[in-house]
């Protein structure tokens, strides 16, 4: 029987992690023709081809893509068992790859993540905000915090807490253009809206269902970016507590149909589909899921 060329099969796990051979070679302390050779001799034992190769980007073919998971599982095995036979297991070291929402990230994750960086000296965080869903197999992501209804998936997500959204404008808006009482008015209004969000829904107090496309000035992938717009009085809009709750508090801005309610949405924790993670990525799970747990978005 012949063995399984293992070391060929991590190889092309860091380098769909980090990209190319070149930050693949460097995280491994080999050469590029290493890791080259590593990822052509298995191309060959497999009988397909793992990665486009340009000039100018490496993608993974559809064979590297649907192969990707397992030598991820494989470099994780490996990882695992290592830090389970040293110290590691009780002190984790490495890095970590986080993926969050920009402004959820910016007020809520970086703070928490300065918190567990001072307790664990050892473990280093990469961490990407970006409002985008990102493939976090593809990208190498050990965890990401998701804010949406997470449709089904090979992911493993755990709900953490509710976000509550409001419809909200400003006093100057409102004035020149009139309170909504239901939400179909909103059809009438000038709205800003999120560039992956084309329909509002919203449920009634007696369970009516109720869509809108909004239309309006402004389309954006940040909520954030809509603030100076809303604050000028230039459109309505749907946004989460935690973007807008300080411009309620300090009458920015308000909120109306309060007996209307769009789709429940959550912070969630997410996670690709391989059950084995390495102490230092248990770690952050642990930590994450205490400090969201149970709280508010606001």
């Known amino acids: 029987m012949r063995l399984p060329d293992f070391e060929a099969w991590a190889i092309f796990a860091a380098v769909v992690e980090h990209r190319s051979f070149s930050a693949a070679a460097r995280a491994l302390g080999l050469s590029k023709a290493t890791v080259s050779k590593a990822v052509t001799r298995l191309e060959a034992h497999l009988g397909a081809s793992l990665f ?4 100018r980007a490496l993608t993974l073919t559809e064979t590297g893509r649907s192969l ?15 830090e389970e036979a040293s110290d590691a297991a009780s002190a984790p070291k490495g890095l970590v790859r986080l993926a969050a929402p920009m402004t959820f990230g910016l007020e809520r994750v970086a703070p928490a993540i300065a918190e567990f960086l001072g307790d664990n000296p050892g473990i280093t965080i990469d961490l990407c905000l970006d409002d985008r869903r990102i493939d976090l197999v593809e990208q ?3 965890v990401a915090l998701r804010i ?3 449709p089904d998936s090979s992911l493993r997500a755990r709900r953490l807490m509710p976000i509550r959204a409001h419809v909200v404008a400003s006093a100057a808006y409102f004035g020149a253009h009139g309170r909504p009482s239901h939400p179909a008015e909103l059809a009438e209004h000038r709205c800003l809206w999120y560039a992956n969000s084309e329909v509002w829904r ?7 269902q109720v869509s809108v496309k909004p239309e309006g000035p402004l389309r954006s992938s940040s909520g954030e970016a809509m603030l100076p717009a809303l604050r000028a009085g230039l459109g309505i809009t749907v946004l989460p507590d935690f973007i807008v709750a300080a411009d ?3 009458r920015r801005l308000e909120a109306v149909l309060a007996e209307w309610s769009p789709p429940p949405i959550a912070l969630h924790l997410v996670t690709p589909p391989n059950p ?5 990525v248990e770690a952050l799970i642990r930590f994450l899921v205490e400090h969201f747990s149970g709280k508010s978005a606001r």
């Open 202 to 208: 919203f449920t009634g107090p007696g369970g009516e």
């Open 276 to 280: 084995l993670r390495p102490a230092r």
């Open 68 to 82: 990707a998971p397992r030598a991820r599982r494989i470099l994780d095995e490996a990882v695992c068992a290592e």
């Open 248 to 250: 309620l508090e300090e």
């Open 52 to 55: 486009h190769r340009t000039s």
């Open 140 to 142: 190498g992501v050990d």
């Open 148 to 150: 949406a209804q997470l």
